[in-house]
């Protein structure tokens, strides 16, 4: 998201919260358009809104040097000493429970996105 939102073109809401929701994923679509030539489809199909490996690389040449996780892109290219300080693993402690919460939500949003499709199904049978 923060890289998205150095592009007000890409991403002019700017949103940087961490959560992959319908903003992160339009301003993705645009960025696949942009510098893929990927318009469309799903991301089931030819990953179409998702920030895969081929667009996080893209991304990290076209938009800077910082790496992104497929999922908890804090922790990319992050080193800690040996014999870090209780204060620096508790730090890392919290990013990760943080990042938790947001795969949680996440997870949340496509279970119910899920259970919408498949009610829509059941109900059109």
Do not use: W
């Not at 893929?36 to 991301?43: K, S, V």
């Not at 809104?49 to 996080?56: D, M, V």
């Not at 893209?58 to 800690?80: D, P, S, Y």
């Amino acid at each position: 998201q923060q890289m998205l939102a150095q592009d007000k073109e890409l991403y002019p809401e700017a949103v940087t919260t961490g959560y992959y929701g319908s903003l992160t994923v339009k301003a993705v679509q645009r960025f696949q358009c942009k510098h893929l030539n990927l318009c469309q489809g799903t991301p089931d199909t030819n990953g179409y809104g998702l920030a895969g490996p081929k667009t996080r690389q893209k991304m990290n040449e076209i938009l800077g040097t910082r790496t992104t996780a497929a999922a908890g892109g804090a922790f990319a290219n992050q080193t800690t000493p040996t014999n870090q300080t209780g204060q620096t693993r508790q730090a890392l402690i919290s990013k990760i429970k943080e990042t938790i919460k947001q795969l949680q939500q996440q997870l949340l949003t496509l279970l119910t996105q899920l259970a919408a499709m498949l009610r829509a199904k059941v109900a059109g049978r």
